[in-house]
Every structure is written in C-alpha cells, then in structure tokens.
C-alpha cells in the first residue's frame, strides 16, 4: 500500500472549518484514500473514503486532487468533540491487501474554544 | 455499520501468563482484524481471522506468542501468551462488512487496554 504523510498536529477554532491535509505520491490506480479518527481512549471511526471524485458525507468531505497524490479532509464547522487523531490511510478494496489498513502516525487536531 | 464489543476492557496481568481477549459483533461479519496500539503509538495490525480458516499473522507477528480463535461468524478471541512488560498495549478487533464484494471501512472495537508487570 502506498505510503501517506501528514503533518503531526493541527489546531482549529471552534465553529471553523478544519482542513486536513494528506500526501500519497506513490498511489496506485486501483487505492482508494480512506480517513480515519480515534478519539482518546476509543476505537478508531471510519469517517469517509474516495477514489478520483470529491466526497461528501454527513461528517466531512474528501477533496482528492486531480493527479490523486494529494487529498484533503474538511470538517467544515469543527467542534471540540472533533479533536483526535485523524488517520489518512491508502489502501485497495480488494486483492492481496484485503482489507489491511496501514495506519500512520495521523495528525492530531485540536479543536479550541 | 456493526456493534463490537470487547471484554475485557481492561486488565493488568503478571509477566510469564496469558491473557484471552473476546471480540463480539451484532451481526455476521466474513472478515475479522486484531490490532495493537502501544502507548503513544498508532495502532498494527496483528493478524486477520477469518471463519473456517486459520488466521493470517502480520510479519512480526507469530502465532505462538498470538493464537486466534474465530469458531464462528459473530466472534473471535486472541490471545496474548507468555506476556511481557513489551505486550502493554491496547488490543483492538475490528470488522469489514463487504457490500457488493467490494470492503470499504471497517469497525473498530472499544480495545482491551493491556498492562503487563
């Protein structure tokens, strides 16, 4: 699976948007950009998954750039429930990496008063 | 979306026992992953369990130290052996209901939070 990076930690205002970023150069045609959450002390949550197109889901939206290298997360009004980790994971649907999910280091947004 | 629940959720054991930690979903699930997370770190994956099959370990991950059980579609348990103060960790189970044969996310347990003296 294709490598992601990201910037270790992030602050936010409450009731702003918050914008993640993610780098994954080296990803294939057949991966798709998966985010993940783990809030302390929790399991992580699946937030939102896309292949070419922008996504949108009742948590955020997936900004994924045209040439798929880069991608970002937007929680477009953030609260403080949203400060955790936030994982952008490269991963295929199928094939040999069923499933597998190579978890990073994440980002850790902290959404303040 | 799937319910899992983990017991136990905690537990602090003595070097040189074992541990055996359950994992439970609401519904039926073909794909099953344990996970680790040390302190401060993100989390590995440690083996995926499949039913009817034996499990398949992660390099660095054998199956003497972690045996799996997964006797049915609903639950699974992993087993941590002969620990070590190294095992302190959090175990998380997670599941990946497939929709159309295509697997898009996966649900994470609460974790089992592990201290080994």
């Known amino acids: 699976d294709a490598k992601t990076t990201q910037p270790p930690s992030m602050d936010c205002a409450e009731g702003r948007a918050a914008n993640l970023p993610c780098n994954h150069s080296?990803?294939?045609?057949?991966?798709?950009v998966y985010w993940y959450r783990q809030i302390h002390s929790q399991g992580p949550q699946y937030i939102i998954h896309g292949l070419k197109n922008n996504e949108t889901n009742e948590m955020a939206s997936l900004i994924i750039t045209e040439d798929r290298k880069s991608s970002t997360l937007i929680l477009p009004h953030a609260t403080l429930r949203d400060t955790a980790v936030y994982y952008c994971i490269v991963s295929s649907a199928g094939g040999t990496s069923y499933g597998k999910l190579t978890f990073g280091q994440g980002t850790i947004l902290t959404v303040h008063p | 979306s799937a319910v899992i629940s983990q017991k136990p959720s905690r537990d602090i054991c003595q070097r040189g026992t074992s541990l055996t930690i359950q994992c439970q979903v609401d519904s039926q699930v073909t794909m099953m992953f344990w996970y680790r997370q040390q302190p401060g770190q993100s989390l590995t994956l440690i083996a995926t369990a499949n039913q009817g099959s034996e499990a398949t370990y992660e390099s660095g991950f054998v199956i003497d130290k972690f045996p799996i059980s997964r006797p049915n579609l609903t639950f699974s348990t992993l087993t941590v052996s002969n620990m070590s103060p190294e095992d302190s960790s959090i175990y998380l189970c997670?599941?990946?209901?497939?929709?159309?044969?295509?697997?898009?996310?996966?649900?994470f347990g609460p974790g089992t939070r592990l201290t080994v003296t």
């Open positions: 080296t990803i294939s045609g057949n991966e798709y």
């Open positions: 997670s599941v990946e209901p497939v929709t159309a044969g295509v697997v898009y996310e996966q649900y």
